[in-house]
């Protein structure tokens, strides 16, 4: 049996601006109170810059998955907001 591994990049929620939270809410796959799920088997959404840079970044990565989750850690070399 060879069981279904994905590899998944956790970022918090502050690496993207208020202004793109309805995209995030639009594009996720899942979402709770806290986190939201995308997959990047899409292409990055143009209206939503740094989304799209989370999605690449995590592409790069050899990632399946990219999660946003308000508990998640905050990347200092990424630019974060507050909200």
């Known amino acids: 049996m060879h069981p279904n591994v994905s590899k ?3 970022l918090s929620t502050r690496h993207v601006p208020p ?3 309805p995209v995030v809410a ?3 796959f899942a979402d709770n ?3 939201w799920l ?6 990055p959404p143009d209206e ?3 989304l799209a840079h989370l999605l690449a970044l995590a592409r790069g990565l050899g990632c399946h998955w990219l999660r946003l989750d308000r508990n998640g850690p905050v990347a200092p070399e990424l ?4 909200w």
Not at 38 to 43: F, K, Q, T
């Open 8 to 10: 998944m990049l956790t």
């Open 19 to 21: 202004r793109e939270l």
């Open 48 to 50: 939503a810059p740094a």
């Open 33 to 35: 109170e806290s986190c």
């Open 79 to 82: 630019p974060s907001w507050e």
């Open 26 to 28: 639009r594009e996720a």
């Open 38 to 43: 995308l997959s990047l088997g899409d292409p």
